[in-house]
């Protein structure tokens, strides 16, 4: 049983660059909920999505977009990157259907902009 | 801002030992859950306590909820040095989110 999966583990930008993450949510579940988490910090809910809609959206500007796919796969997209979008973003699914709020995380993506 | 505010900020205890770890919030909730998180890798869920519940065990571990003073608080029991991690409680207000405090980091020694 694959858990979650996220794409790439670490990359490089630089400023101004845009950047796309992606995300493949534990077999069985329907919603992706993406953080970042800053170094040293706890994880900063970005957004959720549930049937290819945003559900629910953390305080991110409007750079930080994203979308759900009918696979329930998700992407992260951030334009016009600054240094302090430097961090790990997570990727979290779940069922909705098991209404617990428990989250299955997958192991991040490390974005570093120089 | 973090709904969640952790404390310690780290703890350093004997390999035995136990590990106490505190957790506050400031909003109503259905549910507050503790992660753990190895060496700034994925999270881990370890334990789901909801608002109606007091205390609850898994394993070595066991939490408490005060819905009146909005705090919680885990306890690692005999703890090894694969306990050596960040903990995180995270609250769910149902509101679609997890709202995760600062985390508490915990080393083990051998």
């Known amino acids: 049983d694959a858990g979650v999966t996220q794409s790439p583990t670490h990359l490089i930008k630089t400023r101004g660059q845009q950047v796309t993450l992606r995300c493949s949510p534990k077999?069985?579940?329907?919603?992706v909920s993406w953080y970042q988490q800053a170094l040293g910090q706890g994880p900063q809910f970005i957004f959720q999505?549930?049937?290819?809609?945003?559900?629910q959206r953390g305080n991110f500007p409007d750079r930080f977009s994203g979308h759900q796919f009918p696979n329930y796969s998700s992407e992260l997209n951030v334009n016009a990157l600054l240094l302090g979008d430097s961090a790990l973003y997570l990727c979290?699914?779940?069922?909705?259907?098991?209404?617990?709020?428990?989250?299955?995380f997958g192991e991040g993506s490390r974005l570093t902009v120089l | 801002s973090q709904q969640g505010e952790e404390d310690p900020q780290a703890l350093s205890i004997q390999e035995g030992e136990n590990a106490t770890m505190n957790c506050s919030y400031k909003?109503?909730?259905?549910?507050l859950q503790w992660y753990r998180q190895n060496s700034g890798r994925g999270l881990v869920h370890l334990i789901l306590?909801?608002?109606?519940?007091r205390e609850k065990h898994s394993g070595r571990l066991r939490v408490t909820l005060d819905t009146s003073k909005k705090s919680s608080s885990l306890l690692i029991t005999a703890s090894r040095a694969a306990d050596t991690a960040s903990y995180f409680c995270?609250?769910?207000?149902?509101?679609?989110?997890?709202?995760f405090g600062a985390g508490t980091t915990v080393t083990v020694r051998a």
């Open positions: 979290a699914s779940s069922l909705i259907m098991a209404n617990t709020g428990e989250l299955f």
């Open positions: 077999s069985g579940h329907d919603t």
């Open positions: 999505y549930y049937e290819e809609e945003e559900r």
């Open positions: 909003t109503s909730i259905n549910n």
């Open positions: 306590i909801r608002s109606n519940e």
């Open positions: 995270a609250t769910d207000a149902r509101d679609y989110k997890l709202s």
